[in-house]
């Protein structure tokens, strides 16, 4: 079945920092989504974003599907923002979204 | 609108006890899923829907079973409890294969 790889595992940054998530998968894809778990457990809906780049507040996505990466970029960073960051894709003979093993993100003040 | 709600929040089994978690949404969604998290593994399917008396299994369906008979609801029962189905589980649904998926809370389950 189709891998999905997330890097870095952990990040740590202050608050106000930039940075950039990064999700590689091995085959071609209808369907990438991002999520982001909060300290509380609760998975939110980022992005939907099999292809193109898209924009919500400090938040931005791009996906490359020719090349097979999305990143996850998180910009001005809050604390609000520290949780996971999970990745999943959908491959194009499949019916359910396979996960990424998350990216840990720290921001503390 | 409630969203995907999951029920219990939390439960405690001993080895080899039946139970049933219980995932309902009410956005009229077609395509539900149960995944379930571990520590550093990420979210793994264990068996999903697409739509009303359909299932089919995931990457990790073994010790599970799963049934559809209501499009609102989706059922995951555990029929002899082990303790490696420690874990949090989550429900999820999306209104059509490709489409935003929306979670429940997740139910902390622990088998000792």
């Known amino acids: 079945g189709i891998q999905v790889e997330q890097s870095p595992p952990d990040l740590i940054l202050q608050e106000g920092a930039n940075s950039t998530l990064r999700c590689n998968f091995s085959d071609s894809v209808n369907n990438l989504q991002w999520f982001h778990q909060n300290p509380w457990g609760q998975l939110i809906n980022l992005f939907y974003?099999?292809?193109g780049t898209k924009q919500n507040g400090r938040l931005s996505a791009t996906t490359v599907a020719t090349e097979r990466y999305s990143l996850l970029y998180i910009s001005s960073s809050q604390t609000t923002d520290s949780g996971v960051y999970f990745c999943a894709v959908e491959g194009q003979a499949g019916t359910a979204l396979i996960f990424g093993k998350g990216t840990t993100l720290s921001v503390s003040s | 609108n409630a969203g995907v709600t999951q029920t219990p929040k939390f439960r405690v089994l001993k080895t080899g006890q039946s139970m049933t978690l219980l995932c309902a949404q009410d956005m009229n969604h077609e395509y539900m899923y149960w995944y379930r998290q571990d520590p550093g593994m990420g979210l793994r399917l264990i068996h999903y829907?697409?739509?009303?008396?359909?299932?089919a299994k995931g990457e990790v369906p073994d010790g599970y079973n799963v049934s559809r008979l209501k499009k609102q609801n989706f059922l995951l029962g555990l029929e002899s409890a082990a303790p490696s189905q420690t874990s949090v589980y989550f429900c999820a649904s999306s209104w059509w294969a490709g489409r935003p998926l929306h979670f429940g809370n997740g139910t902390r389950l622990t088998v000792t």
């Open positions: 974003i099999p292809s």
């Open positions: 829907s697409v739509g009303e008396g359909t299932t």
